[in-house]
């Protein structure tokens, strides 16, 4: 068990809608990214957030939206659902956000769209 | 993930066997490197990392080495277990303290009792 909470682990939804997916990193962990996992990508980075700010974006979609609260847990939230944003969603967390550290992964969320 | 790539897609070797894990980085200015191992319907888990100043690491039944001059990296599993099967994702740091990490598609290695 990596530390690191991601809910919900299954998500089945249909095209046009909006999600909202939930993560709560390790405990003492100050930064959380967000990850898109799918067969024909990889793992792509989506955005980092540490302490509650914004620190690094890489290929996240104008429709997707992420926010760090106070108590320091995560959401991403994707609207205008299309099939192709079908995917395995990753929430990552590290102590200090400052890129050459190993992160910790939660098990992530499927998301379906039909 | 386009800078950090593997040579082989999938891997297969028999228990008790060493498998080697092969991974080619692009980017000359990664300073940080690190393995990852994702078994079917689970989250990454971290295996080993190596920074650049470093061009061996080894823990336990794992060693990664680093060859900068060629821009590879490598893992190393000892007498391979069938626990062992899952893909393994190499990835690179190149931004320093800004920077990211940037996977590989990842290789799959399927140990074979």
């Known amino acids: 068990d990596s530390g690191v909470t991601q809910t919900p682990k299954h998500l089945i939804t249909a095209t046009g809608q909006r999600v909202t997916l939930r993560c709560s990193p390790r405990s003492g962990d100050l930064s959380v990214y967000w990850y898109q996992q799918s067969l024909d990508q990889g793992l792509q980075f989506l955005i980092q957030?540490?302490?509650?700010?914004?620190?690094a974006k890489g290929n996240i979609l104008e429709r997707f939206s992420a926010q760090q609260f106070p108590d320091l847990h995560s959401e991403l939230n994707l609207s205008s659902l299309e099939l192709g944003d079908s995917a395995l969603y990753f929430c990552?967390?590290?102590?200090?956000?400052?890129?050459?550290?190993?992160?910790?992964f939660g098990s992530g969320t499927q998301l379906s769209v039909l | 993930g386009e800078s950090v790539g593997l040579h082989l897609p999938t891997l297969s070797v028999q228990e008790g066997d060493n498998s080697i894990i092969n991974c080619a980085y692009s980017?000359?200015?990664?300073?940080?490197f690190i393995w990852y191992k994702q078994e079917s319907g689970k989250g990454p888990q971290f295996i080993i990392d190596?920074?650049?100043?470093?061009d061996k690491r080894q823990g336990q039944r794992v060693t990664v080495l680093l060859n900068k001059t060629v821009k590879h990296l490598s893992l190393q599993i000892a007498a391979t277990q069938p626990g062992d099967s899952a893909v393994y994702f190499c990835a690179e740091n190149y931004g320093g303290s800004q920077g990211n990490l940037i996977f590989g598609k990842g290789t799959k290695l399927s140990v074979k009792p």
């Open positions: 957030y540490y302490n509650g700010e914004e620190r």
């Open positions: 990552a967390s590290s102590v200090e956000g400052q890129g050459a550290e190993k992160l910790f």
């Open positions: 190596i920074r650049s100043n470093m």
């Open positions: 980017n000359s200015a990664s300073d940080y």
